[in-house]
């Protein structure tokens, strides 16, 4: 179960961390997942640019959700150190090396995916929210919530931050 709820976190991250950047929602000025971000990385990461990309946009997303929440609350880009740690494992292992292939493409198929992660009654909301607590974190429901959150900002382009309370 806890490798199955990480997998859905990382998947998380990199659809919402795709979608976030500003060929699709702009809601950082990050560019990692373009295809041209490979020719800048790679000379520099050669053996890690898929990491490079991963973390790049994961600061951009922490950033940006840091600075509308407050301190202490978890969030899709700040959670547990455990959690933070367990992640960045997966991101190293075979595991993250099969998602990272599979990043979208496309908007509306990265869209798609968060489709399939998210609860089918989504509430659609702006700014903050509370979404559970972080002891809920490996729960599929608080999972769902999340995903939802993030479809619905998507789709409505307004910006929503889901957070957890400790």
């Keep these: 179960m806890k490798e199955s709820y990480l997998s859905t976190l990382l998947q998380m991250r990199m659809l919402v961390g795709f979608l976030g950047e500003r060929a699709q929602c702009a809601w950082w000025p990050t560019a990692f997942y373009e295809a041209s971000s490979r020719l800048f990385l790679e000379p520099v990461f050669s053996k890690t640019s898929r990491l490079a990309q991963y ?18 609350s978890y969030h899709l880009f ?16 075979s595991v993250g090396e099969e998602l990272a292939s599979q990043a979208p493409q496309s908007k509306e198929a ?9 609860a089918t009654s989504g509430t659609s909301s702006v700014g903050p929210t ?14 769902k919530a999340i995903a939802a959150a993030y479809l619905s900002a998507f789709t409505q382009n307004a910006k929503t931050y889901p957070y957890l309370v400790g």
């Design 110 to 118: 990265a869209l798609d995916a968060m489709k399939r992660l998210a």
């Design 130 to 143: 509370a979404v559970g607590s972080i002891k809920e974190l490996d729960s599929t429901n608080t999972l």
């Design 78 to 93: 700040r959670l547990p150190e455990e959690v933070e740690q367990d992640l960045h494992a997966i991101v190293q292992s």
């Design 55 to 72: 973390h790049g946009v994961l600061e951009a997303a922490r950033r940006l959700h840091d600075e509308h929440l407050s301190v202490g």
